[in-house]
């Protein structure tokens, strides 16, 4: 079933994530909110797009997320929270982990979790099993990115016949891509991180991170995250994770402010949303990043 508006909480706490968590947090005192938790499954992709800002055309060896780890970094989240209204299953392409069913049965059955909405670039089918668990539950729905390379009609016409919730986005691209190293100065990066509209929950194998930059760059190896940019959810105790997420509210900046072209968004020039570009190009960019990183930290 098509939907003819957004989520409720897709665009609009996303790009409010940090300042209505403060303010729920003030209003129920001892309580925390999330309103957008992302949580990416796999970096496999069935596209290799040039200007992806999450960084997955820089994967040479692609992987899946451990199953357990999705699911039990999910659960440690809910036990030190009050609610998460939106959680987002991201890629790569979600369609192409082989145990999507079972992730999304147990986020389901989590009941702080209010929204699931699984991001796909349209270029799959939805498996059948996935279908059983999501179908006609208005607690989920798929959000379709529209690319310039894809057709989308054959996965919107199964949807339909299988009465799952669903939209197709078509969403200007900028040229985001670049990780260089920016050396900005300490009073920038506060300034650049307090004003970013892109700082939403990123979890990846385990990691809570503040930024989806932050996790794949970390992951890449582009920069080392410091400890205080992420929480191990695993690691540590539940009770503990309500005094991490309430000092991440408070942070005044993180590394990968430092490797980000967010705070140029308006001059940046438009791009074509999902133009392809080959694995091989790929590499030898992040290569050419990566000593060009080295080279500017001085060989830290």
């Known amino acids: 079933m098509k939907l003819e508006t957004q989520l409720r909480y897709e665009h609009f706490c996303i790009s409010h994530r940090k300042s209505i968590a403060q303010i729920l947090a003030l209003i129920h005192r001892n309580s925390l ?22 960084l997955i055309q820089y994967y040479e060896r692609p992987y899946h997320v451990d199953c357990d780890v999705i699911i039990k970094s999910v659960q440690a989240i809910c036990y030190a929270v009050e609610r998460v209204d939106c959680l987002r ?66 996965l919107s016409q199964q949807l339909d016949n299988y009465d799952v919730y669903y939209e197709i986005r078509n969403i200007p691209w900028k040229e985001k891509a670049s990780v260089l190293y920016r050396n900005y100065s300490e009073k920038e990066l506060a300034y650049y991180f307090k004003n970013c509209p892109n ?43 309500r005094t991490e997420l309430r000092r991440f509210l408070r942070v005044p900046r993180i590394v990968a402010c430092n490797y980000c072209d967010e705070p140029l968004a308006q001059c940046l020039k438009t791009v074509v949303a999902g133009e ?25």
């Open 33 to 54: 909110y999330i309103p957008c938790l992302e949580v990416p499954i796999t970096t496999y992709c069935s596209l290799r797009c040039r200007n992806c800002a999450n």
């Open 89 to 154: 299953i991201l890629g790569g392409e979600p369609f192409l982990y082989p145990e999507l069913d079972k992730i999304l049965y147990e986020i389901n059955n989590m009941q702080k979790v209010a929204n699931i909405v699984i991001v796909t670039n349209g270029t799959m089918m939805l498996p059948e099993r996935v279908a059983r668990v999501i179908g006609a539950n208005k607690k989920f729905k798929v959000s379709i990115s529209e690319y310039c390379c894809v057709e989308t009609e054959r």
């Open 199 to 241: 700082r939403f929950f990123s979890l990846l194998n385990g990691q809570l991170h503040l930024c989806p930059r932050s996790a794949h760059g970390n992951d890449l190896g582009f920069f080392r995250s410091e400890p205080t940019d992420f929480i191990n959810v695993l690691q540590i105790p539940h009770d503990e994770i």
């Open 276 to 300: 392809q570009v080959g694995k091989d190009e790929m590499m030898k960019k992040r290569r050419k990043m990566m000593e060009y990183n080295h080279a500017r930290r001085g060989g830290l």
